[in-house]
Structure formats: structure tokens, C-alpha cells
């Protein structure tokens, strides 16, 4: 009699074992109530175009390593105008590389404290000032990448600028500012040459005008004026003179040969 018991008891623990290991049914799906489609209206606005964010490229999040024969720099700018976008970031770039290579930075620091045994106040100030004035030349486009989302152009722009003799712009720059400087200081020298020749004939001048006065007023020279005695080829005409013995002297040179008849006056 107890072994039957056993056994019923057994046989209904396996009943309720295999009861709770049978999976549970599926439900049975609920549907859902379905929305009447809206109206359209009659003067709706037109559909806006949907604006995609274009990741920027890869240097200009990470820069290319600059050397001791380059340096890199990237700006980006956005505009309505595809040109007016490039523009602005290539100066926003150009910016970087000024900032780069000619910047100079100062600081200026103000403290203040004050003890009173009670309190302490305490007063700290720093001021940095960053100036950057240079030329830039040669500076090349390296790459640029543009996108346009619907509204703006968004312009990326790597610019590279040689150092040294690696920048050809700039070494025929200077060479020609040596030669134009050159040219300047040769025409410069050549006026101070001829300034000190005019400054030395000044000096000349003013010391023969020395001497003259020094010397006193020249002496006024005699004047000899010709007389031409007519004369025709058959007779001669003399001046008609009362000194006798001046006629005598007279007709006896005129007797010699090779004698010249003449006449001067002396004033």
C-alpha cells in the first residue's frame, strides 16, 4: 500500500516537470490602426533640401609635418560663392603661415597682494599680445577640397611654403632688391662725385676773386687803331704835315727798297 502512493506522487511530479519545460505559445499579433494620409495644401512651402555635412579632409585635421624646407598651414572658410569660400580660406591659411614664421609675441604680468593678518587679497594679471607683419612669397597650393550642402560652399585649402634656398620667389625677390639697391646707391655715389667737382670749382672761383681784389683794379690797355691811307695804284697820298725835317726823313725811307707806307694812331 505505501509502495502505490510512492508511485502516484512520483507520476505526478514528472506531469508537473514536463507541464513547466513546454514553451509558451506565440501571441497573437494586435494590428495596428492605420492613420488616414494628411491633405496636401494648396499653398504649402516647397520641400527644403536636406543639408549633408561632409567631413573635413584628413590634413586639415592632422597637418603634414613641416621640415626645415617647408611648413604647411590649412584654412577653411563657407560662402554662397564658390570663389568668394576659396578666397577666404586660402587668406585664412596664407594668416597661418605669416603667424608661423614672422609672429612675435609679447607678455606682460601685473601682480598685486596685500596682507592685512585678517584677509589677503591677492591680484594676479597676464596680458599676451601676438603681432605678425611680413611679406609672403612663394607660398604654393597644395590641395584644396570644396562641398556644397544645398545653401553654402564650404572651401578646405592647403597652402605650403619653402624655407631658404627652397623658395625660388622669394630668392629672385631679394636678388632683385640687391641689384635695384645696387643701381641706387651707383647713381648716388655718381651725384656725390659730381656735387665735390662743382663744390671744388666754387672754391676756385671764389679764390681767384680773392687774388683779383687783392691785386687791385686792372690797369686799362692802350688801343692801336689802324688808319688805312687811301691810295691809288699811280700815287700815293701823305699826310700833310709842317715839320720839315719829318718830311726829310720821309722821302729818304721812301727811297729805300721795300718801303711801306703806313699810319697808327695812339690814343
Known amino acids: 500500500m505505501k509502495l502505490a502512493r510512492f508511485s502516484l506522487a512520483v507520476s505526478v511530479l514528472s506531469l508537473a516537470a514536463c507541464a513547466s519545460t513546454q514553451a509558451p505559445k506565440a501571441e497573437t499579433p494586435v494590428a495596428q490602426p492605420v492613420q488616414a494620409a494628411q491633405p496636401v495644401h494648396a499653398y504649402a512651402l516647397p520641400a527644403q533640401p536636406v543639408r549633408t555635412v561632409a567631413p573635413a579632409p584628413a590634413w586639415f585635421v592632422r597637418l603634414p609635418e613641416s621640415t626645415n624646407e617647408m611648413v604647411f598651414a590649412a584654412g577653411t572658410a563657407s560662402s554662397t560663392d564658390e570663389q568668394m569660400a576659396y578666397n577666404k580660406a586660402r587668406l585664412f591659411a596664407e594668416q597661418k603661415l605669416v603667424e608661423q614664421t614672422r609672429s612675435v609675441i609679447q607678455s606682460q604680468t601685473k601682480s598685486y597682494r596685500n596682507d592685512t593678518g585678517s584677509a589677503m587679497i591677492e591680484s594676479f594679471e597676464t596680458v599676451l599680445r601676438k603681432n605678425a607683419n611680413g611679406e609672403l612669397i612663394g607660398a604654393q597650393r597644395v590641395d584644396s577640397h570644396a562641398t556644397f550642402d544645398g545653401r553654402q560652399y564650404k572651401v578646405y585649402v592647403l597652402l605650403r611654403l619653402p624655407l631658404g634656398d627652397a623658395n625660388v620667389m622669394a630668392k629672385e625677390r631679394e636678388t632683385a632688391k640687391l641689384r635695384r639697391e645696387a643701381d641706387l646707391r651707383g647713381a648716388r655715389a655718381q651725384q656725390d662725385l659730381d656735387q665735390a667737382a662743382k663744390t671744388e670749382r666754387e672754391n676756385q672761383e671764389r679764390q681767384d676773386q680773392k687774388l683779383r681784389r687783392e691785386l687791385g683794379p686792372e690797369q ?35 727811297q729805300k727798297p721795300g718801303a711801306v707806307i703806313g699810319q697808327t694812331t695812339l690814343r
Do not use: G
Open 220 to 254: 686799362p690797355q692802350s688801343q692801336v687803331t689802324p688808319v688805312v691811307v687811301p691810295s691809288t695804284p699811280n700815287s700815293i697820298t701823305l699826310l700833310n704835315v709842317d715839320n720839315e725835317e719829318y718830311k726829310k726823313k720821309r722821302e729818304e725811307a721812301l
